[in-house]
């Protein structure tokens, strides 16, 4: 049986995933948990694709959260793989249709939003949203 570069980047991706796991052990979870609350330890990843990592909203993201550019797939504007260490409770709360995670791309900040508070409505299939700049890096850029 032939292996195809396709089959190799399935493999490798694979392989990346599993080496990136296996450094969860180290890890704390990098989302939001309120002020003065020790984030617990990390239990898996939140992944999210991006795009041209020339594009000034991606200067202040840690390097070490930015992983994998062979998950691109042939897709020109895809360049890595933000990934970002979480625990088993806000993984949960990705999947609980009434909480919603703000994440901004710039500052590496997040923000937790019950569905039902919030002035907007965001529809239930929505868990995540991010943010090319929010409210703590605006108030930064402008001091």
Known sequence: MRETDEDLG??????NFFIAKMNLIYEKCHLNHGIGIEPPDATNYLCQKIGDLSAPIYDSIDPALL??????????????????PICEECAAGLYDEDWLLFYCLKCNSSQWLIKSKAKKLYPHWESIRFL????????????
């Open 10 to 15: 399935k493999l490798d991706e694979a392989l």
């Open 67 to 84: 992983a994998i550019p062979e998950l691109s797939n042939g897709v020109d504007d895809i360049e890595d793989v933000l990934r970002i």
């Open 132 to 143: 090319a700049g929010c409210p703590i890096c605006t108030i930064k850029d402008d001091e």
